[in-house]
Nanobody
């Protein structure tokens, strides 16, 4: 099992920045995939940015060029640096992890609210 705890959400004006952090109970560098999803009110949960085991990063078109996902070995954490925030980025952001191996389950954090005011 993997416990994921997010922090760093809050309220920011359009154009501002926030940095989300996800602390994991197991080695994130041993995960098949770690990263971030988000869910806005009335919408489905969607991928924001993830990092694969070998370091390959995938971003949604909506955040490409503005957000950066990274892993930190010292704190065993996954970060999401969000710049040039827009009102449409408002959502609950969830940390995600899937351990390496065939048929492993997915794990989610409890979510952290990000609100971008216009």
């Amino acid at each position: 099992q993997v416990q994921l705890v997010e922090s760093g959400g809050g309220v920011v004006h359009t154009g501002g920045s926030l940095r989300l952090t996800c602390s994991a109970s197991r080695n994130i560098f041993a995960m098949n995939t770690v990263g971030w999803y988000r869910q806005a009110p009335g919408k489905q949960r969607e991928l924001v940015a993830v990092v694969a085991f070998e370091g390959f990063r995938t971003y949604s078109d909506a955040v490409k060029g503005r957000f950066t996902v990274s892993r930190e070995i010292r704190t065993n954490s996954v970060h999401l640096q969000m710049n040039s925030l827009r009102p449409e980025d408002t959502a609950v952001y969830y940390c995600y992890a899937r351990p390496a191996g065939e048929g492993t389950p997915q794990y989610w954090g409890q979510g952290t609210q990000v609100t971008v005011s216009s």
